[in-house]
């Protein structure tokens, strides 16, 4: 039988460590696969999604600027992707393109089980209204924070969004979320969030946030779902005493190792995808 292809399609994708991360999947577990990074054009998503089928491609996650896109794209969506929104995980089976969304998992076990922060009971202030913060809402609604505010460069972006969220039934959450223009960011002076999640594309671009650090609570922990570089967001974070600062790393093993299950039906050891991930930086570095 011919080795299971995967792979992670993105523009930029260069940068990518979810092959490695799948390699050390599928090595733990003894999955016969082989996992790549492809570029897809910007205007091209739908057409290199069809040729990595037609080369027998069994699944593949999605990243920016495509999650959206993936969403249109699927032919049969989960409850967590339609939840969303957005898809960041395709399978395609029996002429099928499921579209599914591991973001806010993987997001949701990085907070808790990585770095100790529970959002239960906490002030959350969540930065963007793209696909990247579609995909975390509900399941960071579901653990019961005390507050949720989605702030956004559009207003309007953020006010539709919170307007789909705000039509879950009441027995699936305690509260509802909040919106805002970044503009008015700087009118909540006297707000302090306890948890400041960046699901802007910012860090790329390394454009500031017109975000205030007043905003951090003591003990705040500011996340950047970017990896792998130190963004105008966390540097603005680290200037503030008593702030934790985390990149997202954690949250990609974590919703890779929720995808790696929903294509292999195997759940992987995401610590120690973890400790090697940072064995292979310390040697490149």
Do not use: H, W, Y
């Given at each position: 039988m011919p080795t299971d292809l995967y792979c992670v399609f993105g523009n930029p994708i260069g940068h990518s460590k979810s092959p490695k991360i799948h390699a050390l999947f599928a090595a733990q577990t003894a999955q016969d696969m082989r996992y790549e990074a492809r570029l897809a054009p910007l205007d091209g998503?739908?057409?290199?999604?069809?040729?990595?089928?037609?080369?027998?491609?069994?699944?593949?996650?999605?990243?920016?600027?495509?999650?959206e896109e993936a969403f249109r794209l699927a032919t049969q969506r989960t409850p967590?992707?339609?939840?969303?929104?957005a898809v960041n995980t395709l399978s395609f089976t029996d002429g099928q393109i499921v579209g599914d969304n591991t973001d806010g998992a993987g997001l949701v076990r990085d907070l808790k089980h990585n770095l100790?922060?529970?959002?239960?009971?906490?002030?959350?202030?969540?930065?963007?209204?793209g696909g990247a913060a579609r995909?975390?809402?509900?399941?960071?609604?579901?653990?019961?924070?005390?507050?949720?505010?989605?702030?956004?460069r559009t207003a309007e972006k953020a006010v539709r969004l919170v307007q789909e969220f705000a039509r879950l039934p009441a027995c699936a959450i305690s509260i509802k979320?909040?919106?805002c223009g970044f503009d008015?960011?700087?009118?909540?002076?006297?707000?302090?969030?306890?948890?400041?999640?960046?699901?802007?594309?910012?860090g790329l671009t390394n454009t500031v946030l017109p975000t205030s650090t007043s905003l951090f609570a003591p003990g705040c922990v500011a996340y950047e779902m970017l990896y792998g570089r130190e963004t105008p967001f966390m540097e603005q974070a680290r200037s503030v005493l008593d702030v934790r600062v985390a990149d997202g790393l954690g949250m990609l093993v974590?919703?890779?190792a929720e995808a790696f299950f929903v294509w292999r039906g195997?759940?992987?050891?995401?610590?120690?995808a973890l400790i090697a991930l940072a064995a292979l930086a310390e040697l490149h570095q």
């Open positions: 998503f739908a057409a290199t999604v069809a040729r990595f089928i037609a080369d027998g491609g069994r699944g593949a996650n999605v990243t920016v600027p495509f999650k967590r992707a339609e939840a969303a929104g100790g922060c529970n959002p239960a009971g906490r002030r959350i202030l969540l930065l963007g209204a995909g975390v809402i509900l399941p960071l609604l579901l653990e019961q924070p005390a507050r949720l505010v989605i702030a956004n979320p909040e919106s008015a960011l700087t009118n909540l002076t006297k707000e302090r969030f306890d948890l400041v999640i960046n699901a802007t594309s910012t974590e919703q890779a195997v759940r992987p050891n995401t610590q120690a």
